[in-house]
């Protein structure tokens, strides 16, 4: 199989490394297309795919050009969720008819607005449960976790991601698990980066456990509103979020890191993407506007010199 | 008279500056009660009065030692919000009696709370319009204003402050307008610190207006529901809080100078206070109570390190 990695973060070079490392040297032909700085990195030594159980060098292709998709039947489509438009945009040209593209993306609607620039492809949702990050140019590590759940329009490419040793789940209801990672995303995103503190000390704060509340409840009354069906409903919502701070007390979140480190964040996908569904759907949600207005300062605040009055 | 300024920081010194200053030398006989590098200062130099019309060396008494409020008729209590019942309690055993306390502070219950501490006393409340700073030790800077509002209990003291050139009003609803004052107070101080941005910019953000909007509907529903009632209603309050970045456009909250500073806040009596009002009114309150979490958690970071994950 000819696969593309379009947008390859530390999501993508995880799972293009997998696929194309694959099992007992049968991978696939994979293409990361990367910013440039990781492209020299995996074109002169190979993708370092580091895991709790391996630490190898993967030969791929990697390519800063969009228009490497061509020829893929698989795109595992991980741009950040505001450059989605833009991407998609850029690899249309290229793209082979029939492929399929997956989107490995936080935020709960990449999928469709894909499908809006792309009418003529196969686009499919996935939810992503993995913790990676880029250590280093070209040397993804990977911390835990790593299992797709995929649309039913995706199952074909089931059995080869599998095959590389990716747990997938074929679910009729991708659009509510991906709002169930949004509502977790929701409640400790934000947060996390005004207040510039792991997820363990922050919900020991005087009022944060109200505050997490509050955002829960908005967002569980906007995807009701949207005919949305989060598994496992309210219950397991706060208890999935209680389990956050308990399994990961040091985490600082993405949202928080990219503050630090003075990049955009993806809040418009998150709490921005809460306000916004609820203002059309009629639905107040006024601590994730709050919240998102908050870190649409700070964002924009960039490097900035602090002044004091 | 004899005078007593208990927690003399730039409010306190303004005032009781003018007082021992008068008017053609007929000054009162004041004490200022301060921190000791004030003190110092003062003891040695005089207050420097510094305004718009006049720098003047004011000559007046200053100590660290809240005895020093023994023999005052008048008390003027600027301490800040969270130290009224400490401060109360200090100077409680030093009183005169009959001695009249006037609270020049933030916040809607100074006086209710001084009261509590000195059930015997005459506590009178004020509200406080002016901006002034402590430039240096023994060193106070007016910015503008410097209008006081007063109960009518307090009407006895109302000519010699007249006197001393200070605008007074005698009023029986201080409680509205010390109620309208911690309005625009919620509407700026926590969204300036959490930010770091000066009003001006601020209010351009995506969505502040929305925001600020909601604090002050939550307010105004809270002070409803408390039986008071603010001068001008709701239109005269959106009015003022739009005056507010209009008009001093590079201002920076007060809560924001005191997070930069790495010092404590008054947030527990703007926003925080709203925030337990309304829990115990049955008012909700999530966008004050949410602003309150976050800067309680950035205050207590202190002059810690920022760590990045």
Chains 1, 2 share one sequence.
Not at 261 to 285: F, Q
């Amino acid at each position: 199989m000819k696969v593309a990695v379009m947008g390859a973060g530390a999501v993508g070079c995880y799972y293009g490394g997998l696929l194309a490392r694959a099992v007992r040297g049968a991978g696939h032909d994979v293409t990361l297309i990367a910013r440039p700085a990781h492209v020299e990195a995996i074109q002169r030594t190979g993708l370092r795919l580091e895991t709790q159980g391996f630490d190898e060098r993967v030969r791929l292709h990697a390519s800063s050009d969009p228009a490497a998709v061509a020829g893929a039947d698989l795109v595992l489509f991980s741009v950040k969720s505001g450059a989605t438009e833009q991407a998609g945009a850029q690899i249309k040209p290229h793209l082979k008819p029939g492929a399929l593209l997956l989107c490995l993306q936080n935020g709960v609607d990449n999928a469709e607005r894909l499908r809006a620039v792309l009418p003529k492809h196969n686009v499919a949702a996935a939810v992503v449960y993995v913790a990676t990050e880029m250590a280093g140019p070209g040397h993804v590590k990977h911390h835990g976790r790593g299992e797709l759940v995929i649309e039913p329009s995706a199952a074909a490419v089931a059995p080869a991601l599998i095959a590389a040793g990716i747990a997938v789940e074929v679910n009729d209801n991708v659009r509510g698990a991906l709002w169930a990672k949004l509502i977790l995303n929701c409640a400790y995103n934000a947060l996390s980066a005004i207040t510039r503190r792991p997820y363990g000390v922050m919900v020991q704060g005087a009022g944060v456990q109200d505050v997490m509340a509050d955002l829960v409840a908005e967002c569980l009354a906007v995807a009701s509103a949207d005919g949305v069906v989060i598994p496992g409903g309210k219950a397991a919502t706060e208890a999935a979020v209680r389990r956050i701070a308990e399994t990961m007390p040091g985490q600082y979140s993405s949202t928080a890191q990219d503050l630090m480190r003075g990049k955009l964040s993806e809040i418009d996908h998150l709490n921005g993407y809460v306000a916004r569904r609820g203002a059309a759907l009629g639905v107040p949600t006024p601590v994730n506007r709050a919240l998102w207005t908050l870190v649409k300062l700070l964002e924009n605040q960039g490097q900035e010199t602090q002044v004091t009055a």
